[in-house]
């Protein structure tokens, strides 16, 4: 990994703290510096983690007091520098609506998963990542099974579009064992939950984690979408 960041970077970060000092929060306008968190003397390489937005004054004060030995500790600048990007860049997250369905008949376990972007105004990326409650601990999508819910694969929402009918097949090994050989009452029973990650990725590349929401499987229900929310 280079030392120095790239231009790419630094374009980056100017951007998502809107050119404002990541620590005392002044609009700096051109009189702002691209600060290494875990200086290059200690191993700190150009990865976009290990960047803070400075202006000149904490910039200074920052190398200074290092030398005293009394520096800012490197994870509160990342969580002071997170603040300010995410006050700068929250505008751009366009809401994003998500479900589990077995809508239109759909056998288990192929699963329906619609999504949208709710918003008017921004598009933007959505990685998912998918766990599901099975052998008593959680199992996320193997990586390379399927790049759609294991988080690899971004997904484009556009806003003013209606919902994406995505669908999956849940693996066996997300599964309690013989779950499929189960009557409709027992899987009801059983509670089989799903849990779903969004990271949405906003128009200026920065990504943003949800918190993960959770669904159970529930084929008994009325309703045709056979899953519930389980917050
Ligand atoms: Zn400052």
């Given at each position: 990994?280079?030392?120095?960041?790239?231009?790419?970077?630094?374009?980056?970060?100017?951007?998502?703290s809107d050119r404002h000092c990541c620590l005392c929060k002044k609009a700096c306008g051109v009189d702002?510096?691209?600060?290494?968190?875990?200086?290059?003397?200690?191993?700190?390489?150009?990865?976009?983690?290990?960047?803070?937005?400075?202006?000149?004054d904490c910039?200074?004060?920052?190398?200074?007091?290092?030398?005293?030995?009394n520096s800012i500790k490197p994870n509160e600048l990342k969580?002071?520098?997170?603040?300010?990007?995410?006050?700068?860049t929250h505008h751009l997250l366009s809401?994003?609506?998500?479900?589990?369905?077995?809508?239109?008949?759909?056998?288990?376990?192929?699963?329906?998963?619609?999504?949208?972007?709710?918003?008017n105004t921004y598009p933007i990326g959505v990685r998912v990542d998918l766990y599901a409650y099975a052998k008593r601990k959680e199992i996320h999508f193997k990586k390379g099974e399927n790049g759609y819910y294991s988080g690899r694969?971004?997904?484009?929402?556009?806003p003013g579009k209606g919902f994406i009918n995505a669908n999956f097949i849940l693996p066996d090994y997300m599964m309690p064992v013989g779950f499929t050989e189960l009557t409709a009452e027992e899987q009801s029973s059983y509670k089989l939950q799903i849990r779903i990650k969004l990271t949405i990725i906003d128009i200026l590349e920065r990504e943003h984690e949800l918190l993960p929401e959770g669904f159970i499987y529930s084929p008994?229900?009325?309703s045709e979408q056979k899953w519930y929310a389980e917050p």
């Open positions: 990994m280079a030392k120095e960041f790239s231009e790419d970077t630094k374009n980056k970060v100017l951007l998502w702002i510096q691209v600060h290494h968190i875990i200086p290059k003397e200690k191993k700190g390489t150009g990865v976009i983690d290990n960047a803070i937005p400075l202006c000149y910039h200074a004060k920052v190398h200074y007091s290092s030398l005293q030995g969580r002071r520098r997170d603040q300010i990007y995410e006050e700068f809401p994003v609506m998500f479900l589990l369905t077995q809508r239109g008949g759909r056998e288990f376990p192929s699963i329906g998963f619609d999504i949208r972007n709710t918003g694969h971004i997904w484009n929402l556009n008994t229900i009325q």
